[in-house]
């Protein structure tokens, strides 16, 4: 590990201990996937939902894992205790406001939660699953862990194992019911694991729950040894048909046009955890979209309209269920399905760009935008008092609508000079006073400033001019309020 790695992770350590118990945690697994990506690229910044102090820890725990492995010798795991007769009763235990999942709360009251009751113990700590429950979309694990070592520990990692696939990774997260996500000696925490799974998959019924628990000391966090790691394995049974008989497919295969771009809507299915919408953007469209805008199922019987409105968006931006960006799930909060009269879909827009104009091109030695979408977009050579690296440059991006938008911009991590030979964007390669001087500003009236920060590198301004940069997401919101019929008994 190189000096410069090294300080960057002590800092890193440190404000653990600062913060660990300052700022609430929502997603850790958000913020894993986070370090792992500020590992490889260093300048990636990413929106989560916790706080910066626990961010930071676990930047620094995955950092480390990332840059140094060691051979050592596993300590062998307790024996797993079933107590599989036993039924569900602990609901309580994981009730908690700082839950985002809309359909969670709804499991919990409805006694959905499959009894699991595995454990085992292993260096001082106790994980047991309480419970699950899967659709065969998407799955819950509720486990606590029980701290009877001397360290304070958090998560360096979890993983939930069918044996012959894992459950995706990316999407996955990981909600704590009470606090913050250190276990202190002495404590038991809960937590709740969720992940989308793949909906072409027949997911077996032996599944494991891997969790690492690590010590959180600046020694501990700047070491890969296992002396500070401890992984737990919980093997149990979960029937990804569990919830069959209780849900239901409407086929539709219609389709929506929004600002005459095509949206083919494939089907509708019902659980008890959630309603799916699965979608496909017309290949042949003109323009390439990255979400529809404020989209709402409306069901109708006898003559009284449900409205069902803001759903989360699976892509292939944030899970492992899509490889191609033209397919899409909305995922409304779970509604029984009462053979209704009829079913539609609504959308009041769409956030694209045209496929032809999916770039940005700037001449940096005359420090301007020669090509970009629309006409709102501006070149900002940042000031030394920004802490830029040199060759960085600042896109301030601003736009209306703003509130309607889930996605965020995202730009190629290559770039093109004028003679079509393709360099690599620059990664940080320090850490700054000011941490970052791009962000995203939004109005109450739904006006935003993003600001983008790119680095083309020291060299950029020898490079033949201009430099085009691939865009990859956009923000860029089309009103267009249009509906489709999904499915009708006439």
């Known amino acids: 590990m190189i000096d410069k790695e090294k300080d960057i992770l002590l800092r890193n350590a440190h ?44 930047v620094a725990v995955i950092l480390i894992l990332s840059i140094v492995k060691a051979p ?37 009251d409805r006694n959905l939660i499959a009894p699991v009751y595995h454990s085992v113990e292993k260096k001082g700590f ?120 209780q849900s239901h497919t409407v086929t539709a295969n219609r389709t929506l046009i929004v600002d005459g771009q095509k949206i083919n809507v494939q089907k509708v299915l019902y659980t008890p955890l959630g309603t799916y919408v699965d979608i496909e953007y017309d290949k042949n469209n003109e323009k390439q979209i990255f979400q529809l805008i404020n989209p709402v199922l409306m069901v109708e019987k006898g003559g009284k309209t449900e409205k069902t409105y803001y759903p989360s968006l699976i892509t292939s931006y944030n899970s492992e269920i899509y490889k191609d960006s033209s397919k899409a799930t909305l995922v409304f909060k779970s509604s029984e399905y009462n053979d209704p009269d009829s079913i539609s879909l609504k959308a009041f827009g769409i956030s694209a760009v045209e496929k032809d104009q999916m770039k940005i091109v700037v001449d940096l030695n005359k420090n301007q935008i020669i090509e970009a979408p629309g006409s709102n977009l501006e070149l900002v050579e940042p000031k030394p008092e920004d802490y830029a690296e040199p060759g960085e440059i600042l896109l301030r991006h601003k736009f209306d609508n703003a509130h309607y938008l889930s996605t965020d911009n995202a730009l190629s991590e290559t770039f093109t000079d004028a003679e079509g030979q393709v360099h690599k964007k620059v990664s940080v390669n320090k850490t700054t006073p000011g941490g970052s001087w791009a962000g995203s500003s939004v109005s109450r009236d739904g006006t935003a400033e993003d600001q983008l920060r790119y680095r083309f590198g020291e060299n950029a301004k020898d490079y033949p001019q201009p430099l085009t940069i691939t865009i990859e997401r956009y923000k860029n919101p089309i009103m267009d309020t249009q509906a489709v019929e999904l499915y009708s008994k006439k």
């Open 15 to 58: 404000e653990v201990n600062q913060h660990a118990e300052a700022f609430e945690e929502k997603h850790l697994y958000n913020a894993m996937r986070g370090g792992i990506m500020t590992g490889r690229k260093r300048e990636r910044r990413r929106k989560y939902s916790l706080g910066i102090g626990m961010a930071a820890a676990a």
């Open 72 to 108: 050592v010798k596993e300590v062998v795991q307790a024996t797993v205790r079933s107590e599989v007769n036993k039924p569900w009763s602990d609901s309580e235990l994981f009730r908690s406001s700082s839950v985002r999942d809309q359909s969670f709360e709804g499991l919990l």
């Open 126 to 245: 106790r994980a047991e699953v309480m419970g699950a429950v899967t659709d065969g979309r998407k799955v819950y694990v509720l486990y606590n862990v029980q701290n009877d070592s001397v360290h304070p520990v958090v998560h360096a990692g979890f993983t939930l194992d069918y044996g012959t696939v894992k459950a995706p990774s990316i999407g996955t997260s990981l909600d704590i019911t009470k606090g913050t996500s250190e276990i202190k000696p002495g404590q038991t925490k809960s937590f709740i694991y969720s992940a989308n799974l793949l909906p072409s998959v027949s997911y077996p019924k032996d599944v494991k729950l891997s969790i690492i628990l690590t010590e959180t000391s600046e020694k501990a966090l700047l070491s890969s040894s296992k002396k500070y790691r401890t992984e737990l394995d919980i093997p149990f049974e979960l029937d990804s048909d569990m919830l069959k008989e």
